[in-house]
């Protein structure tokens, strides 16, 4: 399973931006997929998850600024930032909970992208 993620990049503070994720490769179901996200010198942390039922969960620090959505056709997360902070720089990372047609449950991640917020 491969996650591609796109978007993402320099936007200045109070701006908007938008990641969005695809997952390809031997996927019988999805169960979550969502954003991580790491700044200089800090832990990955929780940005939104959103599962196959819509149940969608997000950090305090994003809430009602950012919005997650899934297509579960193209097997793709969009998560939508606005009102954007400085705090909200990082490296974002794509995350999903896929299972094959023989396997469990397995965590996959992307490669990250890169999002700056400018003041």
């Known amino acids: 399973v491969q996650l591609q993620a796109s978007g993402g990049g320099l936007a200045q503070a109070g701006g908007s931006l938008r990641l969005s994720c695809a997952a390809s490769g031997s996927i019988f179901s999805i169960r979550s997929m969502g954003w991580y996200r790491q700044a200089p010198g800090k832990q990955r942390e929780l940005v939104a998850t959103?599962?196959?039922?819509?149940?969608?969960k997000f950090a305090d620090s994003v809430k009602g600024r950012f919005t997650i959505s899934r297509d579960y056709v193209q097997n793709t997360v969009t998560l939508q930032m606005n009102s954007l902070k400085s705090e909200d720089t990082a490296v974002y990372y794509c995350t999903a909970l896929v299972s094959g047609s023989y396997t469990d449950y397995t965590n996959y991640w992307g490669p990250g992208t890169q999002v700056t917020v400018s003041s």
């Open positions: 959103i599962t196959s039922g819509e149940s969608a």
